[in-house]
């Protein structure tokens, strides 16, 4: 079965302090794409990164860091020196071969100050 | 270039109304979705169009809900007649084959 788990349902971290949020997938298809979306207090859902499965080279943009390892199942995005701005549900994601978005149940992310 | 767009932003109706939320997709995307997510859970798929066809409609979660796209352009959702558990937020997302899809802002649905 197609699903995806964001285990830990709420972090809450001081600013500066670094944060992973985990994310763990399982998929039968060997060609699937993972995300994560960023949804702020505003409501809308913005796009942080999309990486296929073929590619599992980690990816740093900026204070974003994102680690794919496809020998456990998992996509986990780490966040370093955060800000309160970084404060929001951020949700992880599996497109599979139906072109459908599988997503995880989010997790909220406080960055206090 | 515009986003996807969601009209309205927030909606509250009674029980048994009827709503229509509609997506303005981006220009050029064939492929359009719906998801909604209910409070306290998951975001879940409703459907895909590709233009102005409905590929996958497996989501939807009974024959109240009614989705639509007029020459595959915008497309509406209809919830007729609407039950207090369809409250919630429903996304529209647009993509363009094999990239990501780019999601609305959402429209908050509240039937009270």
């Known amino acids: 079965a197609q699903k995806v788990t964001q285990a830990q349902t709420e972090i809450s971290v001081v600013e500066k302090e670094d944060v992973t949020l985990d994310c763990v997938y399982e998929?039968?298809?060997?060609?699937?794409?993972l995300f994560w979306y960023k949804q702020p207090p505003s409501g809308e859902l913005v796009f942080l990164i999309r990486?296929?499965?073929?590619d599992e080279q980690n990816e740093i943009s900026g204070r974003y860091s994102w680690n794919f390892q496809k020998s456990t199942s998992s996509f986990n995005f780490t966040i370093t020196a955060s800000q309160v701005v970084d404060s929001a549900v951020y949700f992880c994601?599996?497109?599979?071969?139906?072109?459908?978005?599988?997503w995880g149940a989010g997790t909220k992310l406080i960055i206090k100050p | 270039e515009a986003g996807v767009t969601q009209f309205p932003s927030h909606s509250v109706i009674e029980k048994g109304q009827t709503v229509t939320l509609r997506c303005d997709p981006i220009?050029?995307?064939?492929?359009l979705y719906w998801y909604r997510r209910v409070m306290g859970k998951e975001i879940k798929f409703l459907l895909h169009?590709?233009?102005?066809?409905?590929?996958?409609e497996s989501g939807m979660p009974n024959n109240r809900f009614l989705a639509e796209r007029t020459g595959g352009t915008y497309s509406t959702l209809k919830v007729q007649p609407a039950e207090l558990e369809d409250s919630g937020v429903y996304f529209c997302?647009?993509?363009?084959?094999?990239?990501?899809?780019?999601f609305g802002q959402g429209t908050r649905l509240t039937v009270v």
């Open positions: 990486r296929n499965s073929f």
């Open positions: 997302a647009s993509s363009q084959m094999d990239t990501e899809a780019f």
């Open positions: 994601a599996l497109w599979d071969s139906n072109y459908q978005l599988i």
């Open positions: 998929t039968r298809d060997t060609t699937y794409y």
């Open positions: 169009f590709v233009k102005e066809s409905k590929q996958d």
């Open positions: 220009s050029g995307h064939d492929n």
